[in-house]
């Protein structure tokens, strides 16, 4: 993947894979997929997120490969040069909701540096009353604040010494740690007295709950937002290979890789909950947090070998936050590269603004839930983009001149179910806003105080009418601001 002296590129496909399955792997692989999986079906839900995966996340996939790798852009410019002008707004709207999500998931990423601190200094211990350690670190006035800023330091600081190369140095090394130490807890968790009924319970799989429009509905919505497809991010990453780079084989291999440490945490989690908690039902139902820093924590303190599995669970989170914070810091960067900054310069002015911009979510948990409800679900309106930006091309024109010459899988019909795509967001923007409409009967409309109306519909709306609208209306800024890139000749 050699070019000419002076291109920022990969090193080498090992490279850019690992970093691209580090993208795509986060803390949602670990907490959320095993809380999900646990809640509908187990089995079922496992297979019917298989099959999302063709039929959501591998097409997209392909499309933000294809942006990325035709304009040798970032999401703003890439809108510019592949759609015209006057759709450079669109890639504007896609670059803010990853950002707005960097903005939390850096505290995010804070609260796992925190718990792995906390292991290694053996506060996990037998007597711990871990929902009072989550309370206190998450309630308390400030608390949170100095680890978001550390883990900004340590995203900046590698993505500032050593730009793309830096992040495929990295990920070479977070991901097989990443996948290594799950494999040690999945070791353990299996051996447990009792954990047969956790692994019965997840590859046994009852085929009458397929029929349940629920299941599908999670598992769409699991593929959305474990793989990272039509964030962007797969974008940013293929503006850097080169012209004979596989898309097909390359989107196939991370979504596949992304699944399999989504059912690597499940093994791990799972039967351990199974083996060792009074109430599995209320660990599985306790939310994203409450399995990881209350639950699991807990059992971590009546386990043999508790300590170090502790230990391994956090570093393993820690990991997985890390890779995929590198990827988010990079898309904000390259957009501001494409406006003429020199990259060092829009590193540290990507880091800064997200660090000012996250320490609200670092100061309150109901905004950090508020603000992953809103850009959570706007990642559906993102996939959107890219769907019918492909419709709009023509997706037989786009696999003809962009996939297929370099493609070693020749399945033009996996990228042809981009067509289905907006059926898929109908129904589960659809439902999610059922959802939350009963949640708040009577009041799904009102959006303040954020505090009380953390998931309403209303919140979600208003936030996304105002910044999606100021994008709308900068729109010949944008596009005037970001300038088409010198020719890039990868070889």
Same mark, same amino acid.
Request: charged share 15%; glycine share 10%; aromatic share 14%.
């Given at each position: 993947?050699?070019?000419?002296?002076?291109?920022?590129?990969?090193?080498?496909?090992?490279?850019?894979?690992?970093?691209?399955?580090?993208?795509?792997?986060?803390?949602?692989?670990?907490?959320?997929?095993?809380? *999900?999986?646990?809640?509908?079906?187990?089995?079922?839900?496992?297979?019917?997120?298989?099959?999302?995966?063709?039929?959501?996340?591998?097409?997209?996939?392909?499309?933000?490969?294809?942006?990325?790798?035709?304009?040798?852009?970032?999401?703003?410019?890439?809108?510019?040069?592949?759609?015209?002008?006057?759709?450079?707004?669109?890639?504007?709207?896609?670059?803010?909701?990853?950002?707005?999500?960097?903005?939390?998931?850096?505290?995010?990423?804070?609260?796992?540096?925190?718990?792995?601190?906390?292991?290694?200094?053996?506060?996990?211990?037998?007597?711990?009353?871990?929902?009072?350690?989550?309370?206190?670190?998450?309630?308390?006035?400030?608390?949170?604040?100095?680890?978001?800023?550390?883990?900004?330091?340590?995203?900046?600081?590698?993505? %500032?010494?050593?730009?793309?190369?830096?992040?495929?140095?990295?990920?070479?090394?977070?991901?097989?740690?990443?996948?290594?130490?799950?494999?040690?807890? *999945?070791?353990?968790?299996?051996?447990?007295?009792?954990?047969?009924?956790?692994?019965? =319970?997840?590859?046994?799989?009852?085929?009458?709950?397929? #029929?349940?429009?629920?299941? @599908?509905?999670?598992?769409?919505?699991?593929?959305?937002?474990?793989?990272?497809?039509?964030?962007?991010?797969?974008?940013?990453?293929?503006?850097?290979?080169?012209?004979?780079?596989?898309?097909?084989?390359?989107?196939?291999?991370?979504?596949?890789?992304?699944?399999?440490?989504?059912?690597?945490?499940?093994?791990?989690?799972?039967?351990?909950i199974f083996a060792l908690s009074p109430d599995p039902q209320a660990a599985v139902t306790s939310g994203n947090t409450g399995l990881a820093f209350i639950h699991l924590t807990?059992?971590?303190?009546?386990?043999?070998?508790?300590?170090?599995?502790?230990?391994?669970?956090?570093?393993? #989170?820690?990991?997985?936050?890390?890779?995929?914070?590198?990827?988010?810091?990079?898309?904000?960067?390259?957009?501001?590269?494409?406006?003429?900054?020199?990259?060092?310069?829009?590193?540290?002015?990507?880091?800064?603004?997200?660090?000012?911009?996250?320490?609200?979510?670092?100061?309150?948990?109901? =905004?950090?839930?508020?603000?992953? +409800?809103?850009?959570?679900?706007?990642?559906?309106?993102?996939?959107?983009?890219?769907?019918?930006?492909?419709?709009?091309?023509?997706?037989?024109?786009? +696999?003809?001149?962009?996939?297929?010459?370099?493609?070693?899988?020749?399945?033009?019909?996996? +990228?042809?179910?981009? %067509?289905?795509?907006?059926?898929?967001?109908?129904?589960?923007?659809? @439902?999610?806003?059922?959802?939350?409409?009963?949640? %708040?009967?009577?009041?799904?409309?009102?959006?303040?105080?954020?505090?009380?109306?953390?998931?309403?519909?209303?919140?979600?709306?208003?936030?996304?009418?105002?910044?999606?609208?100021?994008?709308?209306?900068?729109?010949?800024?944008?596009?005037?601001?970001?300038?088409?890139?010198?020719?890039?000749?990868?070889?």
């Open positions: 993947m050699s070019g000419k002296a002076g291109s920022e590129q990969w090193g080498s496909r090992w490279g850019l894979i690992l970093s691209a399955i580090g993208m795509a792997v986060g803390t949602g692989n670990i907490w959320r997929f095993p809380r *999900v999986a646990a809640a509908n079906g187990g089995g079922v839900f496992v297979v019917a997120l298989m099959i999302s995966l063709f039929l959501w996340a591998i097409p997209l996939m392909m499309a933000e490969a294809v942006w990325g790798k035709k304009s040798r852009m970032g999401c703003v410019g890439s809108f510019k040069v592949l759609m015209g002008k006057k759709y450079t707004w669109l890639g504007g709207v896609v670059g803010w909701i990853v950002l707005a999500i960097v903005f939390y998931y850096a505290v995010v990423m804070g609260w796992c540096v925190r718990y792995f601190v906390y292991a290694l200094m053996g506060t996990i211990k037998p007597g711990l009353d871990t929902e009072a350690l989550w309370t206190a670190f998450s309630t308390t006035k400030g608390a949170m604040v100095p680890w978001h800023i550390i883990s900004m330091i340590i995203t900046v600081a590698i993505v %500032y010494k050593g730009a793309i190369a830096g992040i495929e140095k990295a990920n070479k090394i977070l991901i097989p740690t990443l996948f290594v130490l799950l494999l040690v807890l *999945v070791g353990r968790s299996v051996t447990l007295d009792g954990a047969d009924k956790g692994l019965e =319970f997840l590859f046994h799989p009852q085929w009458g709950e397929m #029929l349940k429009g629920k299941i @599908w509905l999670e598992a769409f919505t699991q593929a959305a937002w474990s793989t990272g497809a039509g964030w962007g991010l797969m974008l940013t990453y293929f503006v850097y290979v080169g012209n004979k780079e596989d898309i097909a084989l390359n989107a196939t291999t991370v979504c596949l890789a992304d699944t399999t440490a989504a059912l690597l945490a499940g093994l791990a989690v799972i039967p351990t807990r059992l971590f303190t009546v386990m043999p070998g508790g300590t170090l599995m502790a230990i391994a669970f956090f570093l393993a #989170l820690v990991c997985a936050a890390l890779s995929s914070m590198l990827s988010m810091i990079e898309l904000g960067c390259r957009m501001l590269l494409d406006m003429g900054m020199e990259r060092k310069k829009a590193i540290l002015v990507a880091g800064v603004g997200i660090t000012i911009l996250g320490l609200p979510s670092s100061m309150s948990i109901s =905004f950090l839930d508020n603000q992953d +409800w809103v850009w959570g679900v706007a990642l559906l309106v993102s996939g959107l983009i890219f769907s019918l930006g492909a419709i709009k091309i023509g997706v037989q024109k786009i +696999w003809d001149e962009d996939i297929e010459p370099c493609s070693d899988i020749k399945a033009a019909w996996m +990228w042809k179910l981009i %067509y289905l795509f907006p059926l898929w967001f109908v129904l589960i923007f659809a @439902w999610w806003t059922i959802q939350a409409a009963s949640w %708040y009967p009577g009041e799904w409309y009102k959006w303040l105080p954020i505090s009380k109306y953390t998931f309403t519909v209303g919140t979600m709306y208003y936030q996304w009418a105002i910044c999606f609208g100021i994008i709308f209306v900068l729109n010949n800024w944008l596009a005037e601001k970001t300038k088409y890139p010198a020719k890039v000749d990868f070889d």
